[in-house]
Each structure stands twice: as structure tokens, then as C-alpha cells.
T-cell receptor
Framework: GDSVTQMEGPVTLSEEAFLTINCTYT??????LFWYVQYPGEGLQLLLK?????DKGSNKGFEATYRKETTSFHLEKGSVQVSDSAVYFC???????????FGSGTRLLVRP | DAGVTQSPTHLIKTRGQQVTLRCSPK?????VSWYQQALGQGPQFIFQ???????QRGNFPDRFSGHQFPNYSSELNVNALLLGDSALYLC?????????????FGEGSRLTVL
């Protein structure tokens, strides 16, 4: 079945470091891909998305490119801040499935 | 504009009991989905309600049931609770007629089963 695999955490970085969180997927069709973020004490919220191959999603300095050839959607940010500390979830959505399939999440901790 | 609201925020039950969790979707949203998030894991889809009907169901036993009301709010019921049902239960809503994966989540109801 369809699935998402993302790198295990925690990922600990110093402020202003470069961030990459790897995400790969398995799907029988052509999914839309998402990154959701869960800040401490808050609900899950959409960070960015891409709906077709080669699309780049971006928001708040984060970027991810939909790579069909490698079935990947890695999350990157050039310079992380302490406020980026959160759990990041990669997810896929198949049309007419009515459900998001999430990876297991990657905790990011940014130190001052 | 209120977002997705869930109640209660925390609750403790014992094995074998039953629980009801409640969700009010974001204003203007008509579709409600429920997810279970075990500690340290990603959310797992339980089911989705649209027009007061269960439209899609994940791999959860019949002990998990739900309901959607005419005002689009929803309930999740879990019968015969097991220790393994301890988790954060998330409600998510999406806008009228738009099934795109862009979901708005509540903060969740944390259920502990002793």
C-alpha cells in the first residue's frame, strides 16, 4: 500500500544551520505531497505542499521539491531559527482516497 | 474565526469503558476526518465524514465509530477501550467540496487508558 518514510530524529542543530529532513514515498498513482508541522502545544498545521512532479512548495523559508524519479520530497531550510523547533511530518494524499498518509515524524531541536 | 475545536482536551478511562470525543470544524468546512496519533508516531486515518455519512474508513476495528451532525460537527466513539487506544485523537476539517489534502487540525484530545 501507499506509505511515507522519513528520517528518524531527533535532529539537533544550532541556530542559522542548514536543515534537511529526508522523505520518500511509495504510491501506486500520482499523489500530492505535503509537509505538516506540529509546534509544541499546538495542532498540526500545513507548512507546504506540491501537487505534481517537479513542483516546489515553499513557506516561511522552507522548501521541498516533488521528485518523481526518486520518489522524494525532502524538506530544506537555509538558516533555521530556535522558533523552528517542532515535529515535522511528511504526508501524501491520493485523489479520491480522502485521507492523508503520514510518515512517523522528525523532531527538530534548534539550539541558540 | 475559530479554527477546529475539540473536546475534551484530556481524559482518562479504564479498560473496557467507552469514550466520546467531540469536534467542531472550522467555519465554512463541511468535511471532518479523525486521526489517531500514538506517542512518537505519525497520525493514522480513522475515518472521514461528509454529508453526515462515513465516506472512507481506515484500518480500525468496529469499536471505533463516528457521527456527523447537520451543523457539520462530529463525534468519535470508542467502545471496549484497550490500553493500546491511548493516543492523541485529532480532528481535521476541510472546505466545502475541496478534497485536496489541505486539512485544518484541532489540537487534539489526549486519551489515556489505564
Amino acid at each position: 500500500g501507499d506509505s511515507v518514510t522519513q528520517m528518524e530524529g531527533p535532529v539537533t542543530l544550532s541556530e542559522e544551520a542548514f536543515l534537511t529532513i529526508n522523505c520518500t514515498y511509495t504510491a501506486t498513482g500520482y499523489p500530492s505531497l505535503f509537509w505538516y508541522v506540529q509546534y509544541p502545544g499546538e495542532g498540526l498545521q500545513l507548512l507546504l505542499k506540491a501537487t505534481k512532479a517537479d513542483d516546489k512548495g515553499s513557506n516561511k523559508g522552507f522548501e521541498a521539491t516533488y521528485r518523481k524519479e526518486t520518489t522524494s520530497f525532502h524538506l530544506e531550510k537555509g538558516s533555521v531559527q530556535v522558533s523552528d523547533s517542532a515535529v515535522y511530518f511528511c504526508a501524501l494524499w491520493m485523489d479520491s482516497s480522502y485521507k492523508l498518509i503520514f510518515g512517523s515524524g522528525t523532531r527538530l531541536l534548534v539550539r541558540p | 474565526d475559530a479554527g477546529v475545536t475539540q473536546s475534551p482536551t484530556h481524559l482518562i478511562k479504564t479498560r473496557g469503558q467507552q469514550v466520546t470525543l467531540r469536534c467542531s470544524p472550522k467555519s465554512g468546512h463541511d468535511t471532518v476526518s479523525w486521526y489517531q496519533q500514538a506517542l512518537g508516531q505519525g497520525p493514522q486515518f480513522i475515518f472521514q465524514y461528509y454529508e453526515e455519512e462515513e465516506r472512507q474508513r481506515g484500518n480500525f476495528p468496529d469499536r471505533f465509530s463516528g457521527h456527523q451532525f447537520p451543523n457539520y460537527s462530529s463525534e468519535l466513539n470508542v467502545n471496549a477501550l484497550l490500553l493500546g487506544d491511548s493516543a492523541l485523537y485529532l480532528c481535521a476539517s476541510s472546505p466545502l467540496g475541496r478534497d485536496t489534502g489541505e486539512l485544518f487540525f484541532g489540537e487534539g484530545s489526549r486519551l489515556t487508558v489505564l
